[in-house]
């Protein structure tokens, strides 16, 4: 796992170079795609590249989760949101992104559908992931299984106390079920690129990376990933016992390796 601690600006420009390098090795890349606050800046980022020429016309994207029984034309279904945060912005073709459905009569069967389109497309080349407060990525919350693929899960309180600021700051609008990847549908992908921000994250990011593998602690089953990268800003890395370490060895990167 490589950390890199550096100013949230910076973090979004390395996420988005990995992506940009990714595509022009490859315009056939398959996407990753997650929702929440972390990954914004990393899509206005791809928004600009792509202004400037970067194009995502032969690549296809699958997003993490969708809530449970949301209406389709909900603000804060995920399907929207990544239309309105990314899809619309770039080049991506019609039917690009995929997602897990979150209106459909058979649930289990939705997620079993979704999990052979990811494995049917050739899995995932970069993965973007965001982590909760609770040490959550997609919607797999503590005590959630490590092997886990695509299915429903029920989330905290504390995740919807989270997510509450999305619904008008209203807990009970937040829905109580979602469809997600699993944590083995995650570890599939052959690069993971998470993202955090602010004090707030500062004890998951401090379990992710240093603290034992646990389901208390879902992210940390990344520590097994043999590409997985860390990007943090200050606040986010003040629990790190070895963030001197960390800075160290980024500061000490070959020019020519990327993440």
Known sequence: MEVVIAPAAELARLAADAVEGLLRSNP???????????????????????????????????????????????????????????????DLPAGAVQGPDGLADDLPAACAAYEASIQDAGGVDLQILGIGTDGHIAFNEPGSSLA?????????????????????????????????????????????????????????????????????????????????????????ASRLQLADYYRQTYADKPTWQGL
């Open 148 to 236: 886990s693929r695509t299915r429903i899960k029920t989330l905290t309180r504390q995740t919807r106390e989270d997510n509450a600021r999305f619904f008008g700051g209203s807990v009970d609008d937040v829905p109580r079920h979602c469809l997600t990847q699993g944590l083995a549908t995650i570890m599939s992908a052959r690069h993971l690129v998470l993202l955090a921000s602010g004090r707030a994250k500062a004890e998951a990011v401090h379990q992710l990376v240093e603290g034992p593998i646990s389901a208390m602690w879902p992210a940390t089953i990344m520590q097994l990933h043999p590409h997985a990268t860390v990007l943090v800003d200050d606040a986010a």
């Open 28 to 90: 056939e890349t398959v996407l990753g795609l997650a929702t929440g606050s972390s990954p914004l800046a990393v899509y206005d980022e791809l928004a600009t590249r792509h202004k400037e020429g970067l194009s995502f016309a032969r690549s296809r994207a699958f997003m993490l989760d969708e809530y449970v029984g949301l209406p389709a034309d909900h603000p804060e279904r995920y399907r929207n949101v990544i239309e309105k945060e990314f899809a619309s912005r770039v």
